[in-house]
């Protein structure tokens, strides 16, 4: 299994409050994603990151930033959390050799009250 | 820009029987990547198929292949002689050459029955 791993795994917030989502790898793969998944949406593509400092946003960019200063770590942060950004967030991970296939994390249920 | 489509939100299918998964996509860049994943009720996401755009065959692993129809733009996932430990969302995705995006269909819930 890749090694990826998502903190925290699960998390309770305020309307309002700052939320970070820390994604950490040990494989050294290059391309790191960061996905929500909400019924009826499937996953959606939030940032990715194809090198430490370089991203780019995804479908629903909205309300969320993120940082990767290391390899082996992708950062999403909700500045000011909402409701509407109650959901499980995936990270995944991906050398892009082969089939470049995404390897994903266990998932961080958030939930905003 | 790119789109995958999945018009079958639930499947059923008997055990021991070939279910097909439906998957369309919309692409202008004519190198990509066609992916199927898993996910049971525990959650996590488990890569299945994948399919290049220049692969002449039809991509295959164990039970599962891609019937992959560029002119089309489909690529059905068929899983042959179904388990009960097949019930499961089932997505697809796809990956366009030219960006490292990777974007997922809203999924098909398969239920496999006795």
């Known amino acids: 299994d890749a090694g990826i791993t998502q903190s925290p795994r699960h998390k309770v917030t305020e309307t309002g409050t700052p939320v970070t989502l820390r994604c950490h790898q040990t494989?050294?793969?290059?391309?790191m994603y960061w996905y929500r998944q909400d019924p009826g949406h499937g996953l959606r593509l939030i940032h990715y990151?194809?090198?430490?400092?370089?991203?780019d946003k995804g479908e629903v960019s909205d309300g969320y930033s993120v940082s990767r200063s290391k390899t082996e770590d992708f950062l999403l942060t909700l500045e000011s959390a909402t409701s509407s950004q109650t959901s499980v967030y995936f990270c995944?991970?991906?050398?892009?050799?082969?089939?470049?296939?995404?390897?994903f994390g266990e998932g961080s249920r958030l939930t905003v009250l | 820009a790119q789109k995958i489509t999945q018009t079958q939100p639930g499947m059923f299918v008997q055990e021991k029987e070939a279910v097909t998964l439906d998957c369309t996509y919309d692409t202008s860049d004519p190198s990509y990547g066609l992916f199927w994943y898993k996910q049971p009720s525990s959650g996590e996401m488990i890569f299945l198929i994948y399919q290049g755009s220049y692969d002449q065959q039809n991509a295959t692993e164990g039970r599962y292949s891609l019937n992959f129809q560029k002119a089309r733009k489909s690529a059905n996932l068929v899983i042959s002689a179904s388990q009960l430990g097949d019930s499961a969302m089932y997505f697809c995705a796809m990956r366009e050459g030219a960006t490292d995006k990777l974007i997922f269909g809203t999924g098909t819930r398969l239920q496999v029955f006795p």
């Open positions: 995944a991970i991906s050398d892009t050799t082969n089939t470049g296939e995404l390897f």
């Open positions: 494989e050294n793969h290059r391309y």
């Open positions: 990151s194809y090198g430490v400092k370089d991203t």
